[in-house]
């Protein structure tokens, strides 16, 4: 399944407002850049950013805690939406949704 | 041993050797002064102290003694020549050997003859010596030397004379060896050197042969347990021995003032102020190279799941969803009815103008708070008012402005030509009314001057303020301002019949004479919709036409003339729309089936809510109060069509309630038609027939495109672009409505008034089969209702009726503040609404393929009769209703729906 096909299904889910994947690489240094987006540009720097910072340290922290563990999701709920960033080895994928819609 | 040492022998050397030895030094001394005052002398004189001689004076002196002769001679004479002070007597030595040979042995000089002759100097020196220190009282110095040595030493040997005297001539001397006296010391000496008395003793101890080499044995014996084992010798305190002291030399030293100081120095170091930076980003072919790898693959494939999982999770169910907090909001709906009362704030009527007659339409001041604008008109048919058109002159039609401070007085009349059916004060400026008269004319009224005395009437504060009016008024004879209408319309080119709505142009845009909605640059309200019972819907402006002024400057001129005759008072805002005022443009209204034309009542278009202060809070411009140049209407002109904007999201659709209780939608732009000339296109579509007269239009203040229309029995709510059937349409009721109105404050809720003087609530959150609530407050048909907001806590309601009277009521605040989501509820109420109309509408469709005409079907919902086989029909409807209300259950939503 491509990526294309993967960001139209959750796009199409209700109350999705936005899909970005971001580059996590620490190795190369070039992490928190966003590679796709349906977003605006300002905004998905941002969440990359912002997020990125967050993910690293929710995953050091269950990592020092067990290391055999690590992060498989992380759901930030908010009064407006619903942040749900699902990281992996060198990606990760934030999807914004409001849930109430 | 201690032994004192014999103190009198010793002491007695010691004091004779401190005798001798206090001798010597004296001596010594004395010989060292003199050395030392021979020292004193000055450099010159340093010649060796002269010997002493054994009569104990220096040689080269000589005393003398001079008797009385002599000293008369020589001028010598004791203490008169010479004295103590004075004792130097030079002597010339011829005088002297003179003397000598004149008086031979009888001389004084005698003795020393040798010694004058031998003198070289030619003077000698006599000395008076008044202490007789070399025996005599004179002595004649010998030498020249010794004569410098005295005479040079006047004033030291004043000083030392003294010390001359005690002190000896001392020399220098080594101490001689003296032989030692013995003064006992000797025998103490003796007594302490030890000396044997007796030879030593030598003892030998060793033991018994026998026992050499034998062996040993030791034992212990304790010190302590043997008495006579040990000699101890404890020491003790021995007083004598230890002093106290009580003086102690210490040494204290004087330092200056000391002070400890320190300091830190801050290590400042270059912090950044501030930084700009601008985020990283991959350039697009980067981009695509990150998309194209395979790892992205297998990473949108494997986050798929969770993150699907993860959002169908949240749309199931909110999990933070407070039920509990909720549930209040739920519960006070259900209120019990005394909350749910329509208090009577207050009303007013008036005795001389309200008298026989009705309100015909309310409006409130925009602005000013408690002020209240109501048109008093004839309650009589046509025939009686011919009948008694006398009469009618002498009571012309009001306007009367009620402020709630003063319920028995009006604050001010406004004269009408005719009665009036409809006004409004204009939203931009409240001092501008405009009015729509029984003859078809459209009145004007500027009460700007009137302006500050209203402004102080505010309900209670303005009380003061009446109590002073009211104390002129009694020397005026309680007169209540009078203003006359500043222009009417033209006769000839406005209406022909009553004009029964009249409404304002919002400010935003205005319409150009095609019709098209263009952008307002004035920002202020300048146009103005009639319609009339003649068919005819007409747009006005207020502004000076700019196409024809040049044309019209010689009937303006004329106009002028006529307006000079008119009484004095009347504000000349409008002078040049008087009585020759024209339409913009005038929409008619076509039947579409049949011939003939519609007959409006009352109309309502989309995007001129005027008088709500809900959504137009924003959309108002800010500069709502007065502006000076804002009565310069005369000056406003109409622009030239190209200049202006058009604006593409005002609709020009009109919904228009007619006389036989259809609702129109129709468009009013003008359109070109075969011929080339401009017309009005026909109207879209006749939604409805209720065979009654519509009496109200009204767009909902939260829903743009949600209409309310009230006629006869019943009401209806139709969505604009709907044209199957009204969302919702209530039962025939046993009353029938005369008027009614949306809340300002609650989407759902709506109040209507009846022909028995109650006044229904409908809540359509609640109930929308039966009225919520239903109260009644007069006895005469209520004629008008129209609610306000007058501040956050108080929500009013004014009703007319037709006995003259206009009732304020105050809305509870369960009626007036919206419960949780209403708005909300209520859009999803109309959506499901609109879906069933849908689904049925296409169900009936179904059923009946050549039937097209979708309007008869929703009419009488109410007592459905379908023709189609009723059992099926109902049969699917049942199921329909069934599965809906389950689907509504579960979505927590309790709405009944009309079955």
Not at chain 2, 301 to 322: G, H, K, L, M, P
């Amino acid at each position: 399944m491509s990526v294309e096909e993967t960001i139209k299904r959750i796009q199409s889910q209700k109350g999705v407002q936005g899909i970005i994947i971001v580059n996590a690489e620490v190795l190369i240094c070039n992490a928190g850049i966003p590679i796709k987006t349906t977003l605006d540009n300002s905004n998905t720097v941002h969440y990359a950013g912002l997020i990125h910072q967050l993910v690293m340290k929710a995953r050091s922290t269950v990592r020092e805690i067990d290391p055999q563990n690590d992060l498989t999701f992380l759901r930030v709920r908010s009064k407006k939406n619903e942040i749900m960033i699902a990281p992996d080895k060198d990606y990760f994928l934030i999807v914004i949704q409001n849930p109430s819609e | 041993m201690t032994g004192k040492p014999p103190k009198s022998p010793a002491s007695n050397a010691v004091h004779n050797g401190q005798g001798t030895s206090s001798k010597r030094i004296k001596s010594t001394a004395s010989n060292m002064s003199i050395k030392s005052k021979g020292n004193d002398k000055t450099h010159s004189a340093q010649s060796p102290a002269p010997d002493r001689c054994l009569s104990g004076h220096p040689d080269d002196i000589h005393p003398i003694v001079l008797t009385s002769v002599t000293q008369e001679h020589f001028e010598c004479r004791v203490e008169q020549d010479v004295t103590s002070d004075n004792p130097f007597k030079p002597l010339k030595r011829a005088d002297i050997v003179q003397d000598m040979k004149a008086r031979a042995a009888v001389s004084d000089f005698s003795p020393i003859k040798q010694a004058v002759m031998d003198y070289p100097e030619e003077e000698m020196l006599l000395v008076f010596d008044s202490d007789f220190k070399y025996g005599q009282s004179f002595y004649l110095v010998l030498t020249v030397e010794a004569k410098q040595r005295i005479l040079s030493d006047i004033m030291p040997n004043v000083q030392n004379s003294v010390e001359e005297q005690t002190s000896e001539k001392i020399m220098q001397k080594t101490p001689t060896h003296q032989p030692w006296k013995s003064l006992g010391s000797e025998r103490e000496i003796d007594d302490e050197i030890v000396k044997d008395t007796r030879s030593r003793l030598k003892v030998e101890i060793f033991r018994v042969r026998r026992d050499f080499g034998a062996e040993v044995t030791f034992s212990d014996r304790s010190a302590v347990s043997a008495k006579d084992a040990f000699v101890e010798c404890i020491s003790h305190h021995y007083k004598n021995l230890s002093l106290n002291l009580t003086e102690r030399n210490i040494t204290v030293h004087a330092i200056a003032n000391t002070r400890t100081l320190s300091t830190q120095t801050k290590w400042t170091y270059p912090k950044n102020m501030c930084t700009q930076y601008e985020f990283r980003q991959f350039t697009e072919e980067e981009k695509e190279k990150c998309l194209l790898s395979e790892n992205l693959k297998t990473f949108a494939s494997s986050v798929a799941v969770r993150c699907e999982i993860a959002i169908q999770q949240n749309v199931i169910t909110d999990i933070f969803f407070d039920d509990w907090a909720t549930l209040s909001e739920v519960i006070s709906t259900h209120g019990d009815k005394t909350d749910s009362h329509l208090k009577e704030y207050q009303s007013f009527t008036d005795l001389c103008y309200s008298k026989d007659k009705m309100i015909s339409y309310i409006s409130w001041h925009p602005n000013i708070s408690g002020l209240i604008a109501v048109a008093m008109t004839e309650r009589l048919s046509f025939e009686q008012r011919i009948s008694g058109s006398t009469k009618l002159l002498l009571n012309p039609p009001l306007i009367l402005f009620w402020g709630f401070s003063d319920p028995i007085n009006p604050q001010l009349l406004l004269k009408c030509p005719d009665d009036i059916f409809s006004f409004q004060f204009c939203p931009s400026d409240p001092n501008i009314i405009v009015g729509g008269c029984k003859n078809g004319q459209i009145v004007l009224w500027d009460i700007s001057l009137h302006h500050e005395q209203l402004k102080g009437i505010r309900g209670g504060g303005g009380r003061n303020m009446s109590t002073t009016n009211q104390v002129f008024e009694d020397k005026q004879e309680n007169l209540t301002s009078v203003v006359h209408y500043c222009a009417v319309s033209s006769i000839e080119d406005g209406h022909k019949a009553p004009i029964t709505d009249i409404q304002w142009l919002r400010e935003s845009f205005e319409i150009t004479r095609m019709g098209i909605p263009v952008e307002n640059k004035n920002m202020m309200c300048v146009q103005v919709v009639t319609c009339a019972s003649d068919c005819s819907v007409m747009f006005w402006d207020i502004r000076v036409p700019c196409v024809i002024a040049q044309s019209q400057t010689d009937r303006k001129k004329k106009m002028e003339q006529k307006l000079l005759e008119k009484p004095h008072g009347i504000p000349t805002t409008f002078k040049h729309l008087d009585l020759s005022w024209r339409p913009l443009f005038r929409v008619s209204l076509q039947k579409i089936d049949s011939g003939g034309e519609y007959r409006p009542v009352k109309f309502s278009f989309r995007d001129n809510t005027c008088d709500n202060q809900t959504v137009s809070l924003t959309d108002k411009p800010v500069f709502n109060k007065e502006r000076p140049d804002i009565t310069e209407y005369s000056q406003l002109l109409v622009p030239s069509d190209k200049h202006l904007k058009p604006l593409e999201n005002i609709s020009t659709n009109l919904y228009i309630g007619t006389e036989e209780g259809e609702l129109v939608y129709t468009d009013w732009k003008l359109e070109k038609d075969e011929s080339g000339r401009l017309q009005c296109a026909k109207p879209s579509q006749c939604l409805f027939t209720l065979n009654s007269q519509v009496n109200t239009v009204q767009h909902s203040p939260f829903f743009k495109d949600i209409i309310l229309i009230v006629a006869g029995w019943t009401f209806a709510i139709w969505k604009e672009e709907i044209t199957q059937g009204p969302v919702m349409q209530s039962p025939y009721s046993e009353k029938k409505y005369s008027g009614g109105c949306w809340s300002l404050s609650r989407p759902g809720v709506l109040f209507f008034g009846t022909e028995d003087g109650d006044i229904e609530v409908w809540n359509l959150v609640e109930k929308t089969h039966k009225s919520f609530h239903t109260q009644n407050i007069t006895t005469s048909q209520i004629t008008c209702i129209r609610p306000w907001i007058n501040h956050s806590k108080q929500n009013l309601l004014a009703a007319s009726d037709q006995s003259g009277t206009l009732h304020i009521l105050e809305i509870p605040w369960m009626l007036h503040s919206p419960s949780k989501h209403e708005k909300l509820n209520m859009s999803k109420y109309f959506e499901k609404e609109v879906e069933r109309l849908m689904y049925s509408c296409t169900k009936r469709q179904a059923m009946r393929p050549k039937d097209k005409k979708n309007t008869n079907v929703d009419e009488q919902r109410g007592k459905v009769e379908p023709v189609v086989p009723e059992e099926d029909v109902q049969k699917m409807y049942e199921d329909f209703l069934n599965t809906k209300m389950l689907i509504l259950k579960d979505s927590g939503q309790e709405f009944r729906c009309n079955i």
